[in-house]
T-cell receptor, first 114, second 111 residues
């Protein structure tokens, strides 16, 4: 158990809908990262937050947005969902946003868009 | 710039050794290694900083050649539990804003 929690575990929704994925980092960790992993694919970095502020942006679509709240939990919002958005979404946390750091991954949320 | 990993996949017998390589076209500040077992989240293995430092964790070790912008992960006397996909992640600076994972190397250890 990494100490990072993600809810929900599974999500099934229809195209065009909007969903919110939630992540609670390990106690004491200030940075949260979001990744997308499609079936048998690698980990695509989406976005990073550090202590409530956006720190780095990856290949995140404009339909997706995220935020980190004062209690350091983070939410990833996915809107106007398409079939291709079906994937496993991981959140990871680290103590800081600067090197050196190791990322602790949550169990993931599996999103299925039908 | 996503790093390149090789091989894409490898199949071993228990007790055999394996080497997984990670290379980049850009000068690297650090290389991170993670292992992901099927259906699970990635798990951190180790970080290597520029300077050619070699690290070890049980029978898994790694080296980082900053001049060649490449890192190698060594798995000796493979165990069944080593099966999974190994990802390297690279940074080109120490600001934590340019971290990117490689495509992964799938390792299968057979009895």
């Amino acid at each position: 158990d990494s100490g990072v929690t993600q809810t929900p575990k599974h999500l099934i929704t229809a195209t065009g809908q909007r969903v919110t994925l939630r992540c609670s980092p390990r106690s004491g960790d200030l940075s949260v990262y979001w990744y997308q992993q499609s079936l048998d694919q690698g980990l695509q970095f989406l976005i990073q937050y550090y202590n409530g502020e956006e720190r780095a942006k990856g290949n995140i679509l404009e339909r997706f947005s995220a935020q980190q709240f004062p209690d350091l939990h983070s939410e990833l919002n996915l809107s106007s969902l398409e079939l291709g958005d079906s994937a496993l979404y991981f959140c990871a946390s680290s103590l800081s946003g600067a090197h050196p750091y190791e990322q602790y991954f949550g169990p993931g949320t599996r999103l299925t868009v039908t | 710039q996503q790093p390149v990993q090789s091989p894409q996949a490898v199949i071993l017998r228990e007790g055999e050794d394996a080497v997984i390589n990670c290379s980049s076209s850009k000068a690297l500040y650090s290389v991170h290694w993670y292992r992901q077992k099927h259906g699970e989240a990635p798990v951190f293995l180790m970080i290597l900083l520029k300077g050619g430092e070699q690290k070890g964790h049980d029978k898994i070790s790694a080296s980082f050649n900053e001049k060649k912008q490449q890192s190698s992960l060594y798995l000796t006397a493979s165990q069944l539990s080593y099966s999974g996909t190994y990802f390297c992640g690279t940074e080109i600076d120490n600001y934590g804003q340019n971290f990117v994972f490689g495509p992964g190397t799938r390792l299968s250890v057979l009895p």
